[in-house]
């Protein structure tokens, strides 16, 4: 168990809706990063916050957003879901805001139909 | 050309050998290195991390970098077929907090 949590493990939902994903990270840590998993891409990094910031921002679509609140917890929103958005999400945790030893949670596996 | 270039696999090898799995990378201004396994539906678990050149070992587990190549390896003794999962290369630069990840080797270790 790495420490970091998040909520839902899986969600199903139809085209064209939205969905938030929660992520807890480990005590202490200050940055959550956000990644997205499917078959064909990998692992891609979407987003990092630190100690309620944005400080990376990789891939992500205009579709989605996030943010980390003052408790530091993060949510990932994602609107105007697609079919090709189907995926696991990842949320990671580190102490830092640099290139820290990042935990990963469990991951939330969201199906768009 | 992808900055970290992983071979898919799947490699399958007897319980018992010495796995090695290994990445390539582009970007000369990596000085963070890690390994990272996961077990099928679950999230990512960090094995090794290291800085710069050099091994690092901890238990069954070698991971090397030679920057000189850009090439990063991890060496696996002894392996179990607890060890069958995908490992992931990962790599960072000393001021982008952003990592970029290998896209996995599936490692199966026969009983």
């Known amino acids: 168990d790495s420490g970091v949590t998040q909520t839902p493990k899986h969600l199903i939902t139809a085209t064209g809706q939205r969905v938030t994903l929660r992520c807890s990270p480990r005590s202490g840590d200050l940055s959550v990063y956000w990644y997205q998993q499917s078959l064909d891409q990998g692992l891609q990094f979407l987003i990092q916050y630190y100690n309620g910031e944005e400080r990376a921002k990789g891939n992500i679509l205009e579709r989605f957003s996030a943010q980390q609140f003052p408790d530091l917890h993060s949510e990932l929103n994602l609107s105007s879901l697609e079919l090709g958005d189907s995926a696991l999400y990842f949320c990671a945790s580190s102490g830092g805001g640099g290139p820290d030893e990042q935990f990963f949670g469990p991951g939330t596996r969201l199906t768009v139909l | 050309q992808k900055e970290v270039e992983q071979d898919p696999g799947p490699l399958s090898v007897p319980e018992g050998a010495i796995v090695s799995l290994n990445c390539t990378y582009s970007?000369?201004?990596?000085?963070?290195f890690m390994w990272y396994r996961q077990y099928s539906r679950k999230g990512p678990e960090l094995l090794m991390y290291?800085?710069?050149?050099g091994n690092k070992e901890d238990g069954r587990f070698t991971a090397q970098v030679d920057k000189s190549s850009k090439y990063i390896s991890l060496f696996i003794r002894d392996s179990q077929p607890s060890d069958s999962a995908t490992y992931l290369c990962a790599m960072t630069t000393s001021s982008a907090s952003k990592i970029i990840f290998g896209s996995g080797t599936r490692l199966s270790i026969r009983p």
């Open positions: 970007n000369s201004a990596f000085q963070y």
């Open positions: 290291t800085y710069s050149s």
